[in-house]
């Protein structure tokens, strides 16, 4: 089963950018659809983003659609989270996961990072 660890995470102002970097180890990267979920503080993890195995399908919450952008790159088993127009809404912890057999509406996330933490000061 693949591990994950999330990197990127910092402090910086609203209207800033930061890219986040998620490192798969241990298994088949190509397989896994990756997604890109968040916590703030005392509130519900949230979906953020998802990109299939092949990366031709990507999904956003509404919150981030337009100012965050999810790729990935098979070669180096890498996914990432472009995150443009930040705002003091975004700060939360990032976690990065992956799906081996799930799908967007049926998501089976097996494994997750320990996070990174995004913090914007307004």
């Known amino acids: 089963q693949v591990q994950l660890a999330e990197s990127g995470g910092g402090l910086v102002q609203a209207g800033d950018s930061l890219r986040l970097s998620c490192a798969a180890s241990?298994?088949?990267?190509?397989?896994?659809?990756m997604a890109w979920f968040r916590q703030a503080p005392g509130k519900e993890r949230e979906f953020v983003a998802r990109i299939s195995p092949s990366g031709h399908y990507i999904w956003y919450a509404d919150s981030v659609k337009g100012r965050f952008t999810i790729s990935r790159d098979n070669t180096y088993n890498m996914a990432y989270l472009q995150m443009d127009t930040l705002k003091s809404d975004d700060t939360a912890v990032y976690y990065c996961?992956?799906?081996?057999?799930?799908?967007?509406?049926?998501?089976?996330?097996?494994?997750w990072g320990r996070g990174t933490q995004v913090t914007v000061s307004a």
């Open positions: 241990g298994g088949t990267f190509s397989i896994y659809a």
């Open positions: 996961t992956a799906d081996p057999r799930g799908s967007y509406d049926y998501p089976q996330y097996v494994t």
